[in-house]
């Protein structure tokens, strides 16, 4: 517990307008090709060239995002973004994959395990800068809203809390985000488009399976809730406080 709260506080204190970004990969041009233009971009680098040199540092220096590599040797990414999404003071830590595995099986896997993007190599730097920033823009709820009392649920930003049926749920950061822009306007009908740009923060080049992945995680996470996120079938999600059909 003592390490956890010694996490938590180190990246609470740390300042948004001097970001830090912790580059893993195990290919040594491409740790400078990253490091290069994320430096340029005026925010601080650090890098590691495998799994559990990443995680060592992250322990003792939690950054505010990782770009990270699948295929590494010793500890592979996905490893590593499990160890990450598996520790409470980490779980919340926002993980760009940078990888050479463009399949579509291999992006799902990574959104399944927690991602919060997906960028494929050989990829445009200005691309790679602009997806950090996002990250870093969305990678807390607004904290000037308010609470939401609808149905079931609650939903607190302030706290970064949500409730359903008295019960607290246990969401990531993309998860609750995700869900409370649903519920913030109930019965109003979002395309996946639409969801990646208010809550992720930016186009996502087409890759809208991720909003899917999210949205399965979530009704799978409230239960006898699930059916407050409906699916209008070739349109995108809607959230819907009363019985279906109000």
């Given at each position: 517990m003592a390490r956890t709260s010694s996490l938590?506080?180190?990246?609470?204190?740390?300042?948004?307008?001097?970001?830090?970004?912790?580059?893993?990969?195990?290919?040594?041009?491409?740790?400078?090709?990253?490091?290069?233009?994320?430096?340029?971009?005026?925010?601080?680098v650090v890098a590691c060239r495998d799994g559990a040199e990443a995680l060592k540092?992250?322990?003792?220096?939690?950054?505010d995002i990782v770009v990270l590599d699948l295929l590494m040797p010793s500890m592979d990414g996905m490893s590593v973004l499990r160890a990450l999404r598996e520790e409470p003071a980490t779980a919340d830590l926002p993980v760009l994959l940078l990888t050479a595995r463009d399949s579509e099986m291999d992006k799902l896997m990574g959104f399944e395990y927690g991602a919060d993007d997906y960028l494929t190599k050989p990829f445009s730097p200005r691309e790679l800068?602009?997806?950090?920033?996002?990250?870093?823009?969305?990678?807390?709820p607004a904290r000037d809203q308010g609470a939401l009392e609808l149905d079931r649920l609650k939903i607190d930003p302030s706290r970064h809390e949500v409730w359903f049926e008295g019960h607290s749920l246990e969401l990531t950061r993309r998860e609750f985000?995700?869900?409370?822009?649903?519920?913030?306007?109930?019965?109003r009908l979002f395309s996946r488009e639409e969801l990646l740009d208010k809550v992720w923060g930016y186009d996502y080049l087409g890759e809208t399976r991720t909003v899917d992945v999210h949205v399965r995680r979530l009704r799978a996470k409230l239960g006898n809730g699930k059916d407050l996120i409906q699916t209008v079938i070739g349109s995108g999600y809607r959230f819907q406080a009363g019985p279906p059909g109000d």
């Open positions: 938590q506080a180190n990246r609470e204190s740390h300042e948004p307008m001097t970001a830090t970004i912790l580059v893993v990969d195990d290919e040594k041009d491409i740790r400078e090709l990253v490091q290069y233009n994320l430096e340029r971009a005026d925010y601080r540092r992250i322990q003792s220096s939690p950054p800068v602009a997806r950090v920033g996002a990250l870093l823009r969305r990678r807390r985000g995700l869900l409370y822009h649903l519920a913030r306007h109930p019965g």
